[in-house]
């Protein structure tokens, strides 16, 4: 049975990224369909997973992480605009019986993700 799962690393402070508003679409044929809206644990994770079983279907999806409001909030000094505000990461899944774990390492100038295990 597959799931999708998400993890978030703050690298600026060495810590998991907690109390990030996470929101998940699905992308068909254009049109993004959200289907999960949910806030990382004290842990940087989410306490299900965002998709499983059934719900897993292969396709096109995209992940919004609200990182700005979070550094805000973290009493990091940010400029207007933000430099970063929403991560948002475009990614597909191919097998809908696997377990696709996608994080998220950020601070407030830079990212990067990889399909974890």
Known sequence: MG???T?????AHGRP????AISLFR???????MLVQTTSNHDGRCNAPLLEGDALVTGVYELDFLVGDYFAASGVALA?????????????IADANAHYH????????????YRGS
């Open 3 to 5: 799931k999708l799962t």
């Open 7 to 11: 993890h978030i690393l703050d690298t």
């Open 17 to 20: 990224g907690a109390g990030i």
């Open 27 to 33: 992308i068909d044929g254009g049109q993004r369909t």
């Open 80 to 92: 207007e605009p933000r430099f970063l505000d929403v991560v948002t990461l475009r990614f597909g």
């Open 102 to 113: 996608v994080p998220l390492l950020v601070s407030p100038f830079s990212y990067s993700t």
